[in-house]
């Protein structure tokens, strides 16, 4: 139990860049926020509440836009150590094949300095890695096997990398008709800094069927940082 305990923390420290501004929790918070400055503009002025009202809506318009609360070159710190968010793609294109579709909402480079039971877990106190944020969709009624998560990616630096299976979510690669799946996957950098990435290629094998048969064209595309 302790082992899948601190499995969850590793994903939970390394990918807590990755909030975006819109999650539930802002959502939460905004929610809070609004009720107290409702009942204080009923203490208000008319005109006050007036400029209350516009300063929530601006508020929403901004939660709206998806935006992400860290950005390149923000770092964090928390019980696992310190992280630094090197670089951010959230505007990668969608992928298909056959009947699958690839969708990356980002791909970041960060890097993290790490302490206690994080830094026992995985045998190191510093940690070089590449996140890609995917959900992948099977828009036929047939079953398709898509093995996103088991991508092999090469970079800018000369690494070919397959995906760390402990820091990774497992997003089942059988779909069985109109399904979709998502997760972050992570590959950690065996010998180049985070930082030095100015690129990825993404290999992943084409889609097949309950025969065996491809049903696409295996993906190879690259993402700029």
Known sequence: MKKISLLTSVILAVSFLTACGNS???????????????????????????DESEKES??????ENGEWETNAGDTIENEAG???????????????????TLSISQANTASGEL?????????????????????????????????ADQATI??????????DIWMSDHI?????GQ??????VFF?????????????????????NEDWEDVGEKLDFKIEF
């Open 188 to 208: 950690v950098l065996d010998n180049s800094n985070a930082e030095e990435i100015e690129w990825i290629r993404v290999l992943i094998d084409a889609p097949f």
């Open 82 to 100: 310190t992280f630094t968010l090197h670089a951010r793609n959230d505007q990668v294109d969608i992928q298909e094949s056959g009947p699958m």
């Open 58 to 63: 601006d508020q929403s318009a901004d939660n």
């Open 179 to 184: 399904v979709k799946k998502s997760g972050s």
């Open 154 to 163: 090469t970079t800018s630096t000369g690494e070919q990398l397959e995906a």
């Open 172 to 176: 089942d690669g059988d779909y069985y």
């Open 24 to 50: 539930e929790e802002a959502s939460s918070t905004e929610e809070t926020e609004v009720e107290q400055t409702t009942s204080e503009a009923a203490e208000q002025p008319a005109a006050e509440s007036n």
């Open 115 to 147: 302490k206690g039971e994080m830094a026992d877990f995985l045998e190191k106190d510093q940690i070089e890695y590449i996140q890609i944020d995917m959900e992948v969709e099977n828009s036929s009624e047939e079953t398709i096997s898509f093995y």
